[in-house]
């Protein structure tokens, strides 16, 4: 394994939020806004980086019988340091955010982390994948937040977009809007990823090397199943 296989993983193929499906709850209740989603993001990015690292050096060390329990109060101390510093430094994000911080402790994607790949990996890997996880998670709930904050209040990162006489879709920045857009995203990356495999069955069907020589000896690149 490469740290760079490990690092790009994260940013499209195990995208935490849109391809493994993990740590929904946050994603769907914090992101009203970019600001919102960054924040949240960089905090889950700080905690899943250093348990990563935490981890994977404890890692012959933890007995396997309490191996959750050690995992849960690595990320619950980590945690904890993340209240403080935004309750020093971006208090109002603080405020906004509210009971979703704490809660970082049993996100799924520390955890999982932790226990799938962290433990069993040196820990330049557990770095390259928990930066990769978590700058994709990041990504994704900033995106998420500003597609729910240009379309429901007609602003991103707070500054107006459009003129005066645009009427938000406030739908958009309640719970209903935060369905429909991760549904919205959810669809267009499966459509995307068709059509990627779509075009390497074609290079797969005009390269010889991988067809062979005739299509009649391979039948993985029929017509229905490049249709």
Known sequence: MSFY??????????????????????VLAVTKSAQNGLGMGVAVLFVLLLSNIIVSLVRDIIPKKVRIACFVTISATLVVAVELLMQAYTYPLYQQLGIFVPLIVVNCIILGRAEAFAAKNPVYL???????????FTLSLTFLGSLREIIGAGTFFGVPVFGEYYQPFTMMIEAPGAFICLGCILGFMNYLNRIQSRRKGLAAHKNPTVCGSTCAQCGGCSKANLS
């Open 126 to 136: 557990a770095v390259a994948d928990g930066l990769g996880m978590g700058i994709g």
């Open 5 to 26: 296989k490990e690092f790009t993983k994260g940013l499209w193929n195990e995208l935490p939020p849109f391809r493994l499906l993990l740590g929904l709850c946050p």
